[in-house]
């Protein structure tokens, strides 16, 4: 079965400094892995997806992240914090096409980034 | 602006009503698909559509119904079968159902019950 695990309901960090969400996945096949970020009571906006190739992938906004293979993660880092990255993220993970269904997005149950001033 | 539309945004049910939830895309995308998002359980898949007339249940689609008449139109349907309806409910689409693709999402439709 596939599964995302955010181990981290709450991240605070200073503006200025980095930071990084952490994601760990559990998948029986190559797993797909995704970044979504969501505004309050507002849609996820996609952010970067790695699908195969370099291991550290470039989004939106300055962000970006790496996957590791052997830790099964794909944790999500910035360089510098911005108080407008402060939002709820999402780590979701897809499998190639079972032979029962579909593609379908399996999601993290989010980690809430808080950018101090 | 392509994009999906979901509407409304915020919706009250009494007890025991059916109501639908609407959700348009123009984004010529294929596969469409119904989240419900609850505090700290992430989103959990009710119905997707690969295609037009075809649809398939997700992970928690007792209570639900959908129905894919068009290709730009998914509406969900919460029926009084539904015991615990009130949620934040957030409609996606995707080019495909290839496992290489993002999904693109809606601003969501926020359900009461009361």
């Known amino acids: 079965a596939q599964s995302v695990a955010q181990p981290e309901d709450q991240v605070n960090v200073a503006e200025g400094n980095p930071l990084t969400v952490k994601c760990t996945y559990s998948?029986?096949?190559?797993?797909?892995l995704f970044w979504y970020v969501q505004y309050p009571n507002r849609g996820l906006q996609f952010l970067l997806k790695y699908i195969t190739g370099d291991n550290l992938v470039k989004g939106s906004y300055g962000f970006e992240a790496e996957f590791n293979k052997s830790q099964t993660s794909f944790h999500l880092k910035k360089p510098s914090a911005l108080v407008s990255d402060s939002a709820l993220y999402f780590c979701a993970v897809r499998v190639p096409r079972t032979k029962t269904g579909a593609n379908n997005l399996f999601f993290g149950t989010g980690t809430r980034l808080t950018v101090i001033p | 602006d392509g994009g999906i539309t979901q509407s409304p945004k915020y919706l009250f049910r009494k007890e025991g009503q059916n109501v639908t939830l609407s959700c348009e895309q123009n984004?010529?995308?294929?596969?469409m698909y119904w989240y419900r998002q609850d505090p700290g359980q992430g989103l959990r898949l009710i119905y997707y559509?690969?295609?037009?007339?075809?649809?398939q249940k997700g992970d928690i689609a007792e209570g639900y119904s959908v129905s894919r008449e068009k290709k730009e139109s998914f509406p969900l349907t919460v029926t009084s079968a539904q015991k615990n309806p009130t949620a934040f409910y957030l409609c996606a689409s995707s080019v495909s159902q290839g496992a290489g693709t993002e999904a693109f999402f809606g601003q969501g439709t926020r359900l009461t019950v009361v």
């Open positions: 984004l010529n995308h294929d596969a």
């Open positions: 998948v029986s096949g190559n797993p797909y």
């Open positions: 559509s690969q295609i037009v007339n075809d649809f």
